[in-house]
């Protein structure tokens, strides 16, 4: 007997005579049946639950079979509507299909350990199936089934993962966050936790600051001695071969030129009403937007201190 589409073709040469004997035998196998209680496929009523669902691969194709049970555990047949969806660890559908099947449509299967089963079987050429990114070494497959008002569903998370069915390496995607201004000796964080690789390989980052300076990881911070502009290069690599590289230029600015007027009242700065007023005007360079402090101290040694950004 050859199954393909879960439909058997018997061998041709049978005579109407032998066909007639075959069933007579079938019909008195399926009496002494009922009769004595012998298990056998069940006929009629509603599933129960789908005992199985199981795909073999070949060069060019999956052979994908599932089994219908009753209440009590036997095997059955029964037209429905299939839906069938196979996906991998990345959450991509890779093959989604629906149709519809009958009775009749079932046989019997002989299993790769030598079993026979009554399933509905079919094939899946690879040629359906899109290919994967994943590195995992195997797919998911959801069945569902819905006849007689119901709908069983089954999952089998072993389907195999065929060569044929994985799509080339593709290279990191690099994202660099940082600022297009920063100041001479003041650390400037550049960060590239944002990129990501789509086979989900883990990623080297390569940095080169533009200055001679270079540095790894995905978070760095770099400080330049001078003004001017820089080129910041980020190379990514997955270790599979995959290559990208990214670019951003930042502004290294000189030093800002920062007045602080300290004046005030002598009891504003902390010190006794009779000190007077107190008035101070002073210059600083400064080398970025930071917090700087002016301390004063009066003829007595007393201080205080104003602070402005």
């Excluded at 995959?242 to 920062?258: A, D, F, Q, W, Y």
Aim: glycine share 8%; net charge negative; proline share 5%.
């Amino acid at each position: 007997m050859v199954i393909y589409a879960g439909r058997p073709h018997l061998a041709r040469g049978w005579d109407l005579r032998k066909r007639s004997l075959v069933a007579a035998i079938l019909a008195i196998l399926a009496i002494t049946s009922l009769a004595y209680g012998i298990v056998g496929p069940s006929m009629a009523g509603t599933p129960d639950r789908i005992q199985s669902l199981a795909f073999l691969d070949s060069e060019d194709h999956f052979t994908a079979y599932f089994i219908l049970v009753d209440q009590q555990g036997k095997e059955m047949t029964t037209g429905g509507r299939v839906h069938l969806a196979i996906w991998d660890d990345l959450l991509a559908t890779l093959h989604e299909t629906t149709f519809d099947i009958e009775k009749g449509e079932f046989s019997v299967y002989d299993e790769p350990s030598g079993s026979q089963i009554l399933a509905y079987v079919w094939d899946i050429p690879f040629t359906l199936i899109a290919k994967s990114d994943s590195r995992n070494d195997t797919l998911t497959a959801d069945l569902s089934f819905a006849c007689q008002g119901i709908t069983l569903t089954k999952r089998f998370e072993e389907v195999p993962f065929p060569d044929e069915l994985r799509a080339p390496n593709k290279a990191p995607i690099p994202d660099i966050r940082a600022p297009s201004i920063g100041w001479s000796k003041v650390a400037l964080e550049l960060n590239a936790s944002q990129s990501y690789d789509p086979n989900l390989d883990e990623i080297e980052y390569i940095w080169s600051f533009g200055d001679d300076g270079n540095g790894s990881g995905s978070v760095v911070f770099h400080a330049y001695e001078r003004p001017g502009h820089y080129t910041i290069s980020l190379t990514l690599l997955d270790g599979q071969g995959g290559e990208s590289t990214m670019e951003r230029l930042v502004e290294i600015r000189n030093p800002e030129k920062l007045r602080i007027d300290g004046c005030g009242w002598a009891s504003e700065w902390g010190w006794d009403e009779h000190d007077g007023q107190f008035c101070a005007n002073v210059t600083l360079w400064n080398q970025a937007p930071v917090y700087v402090e002016l301390h004063a101290r009066d003829g007595g040694g007393r201080w205080a201190r104003r602070r402005r950004r």
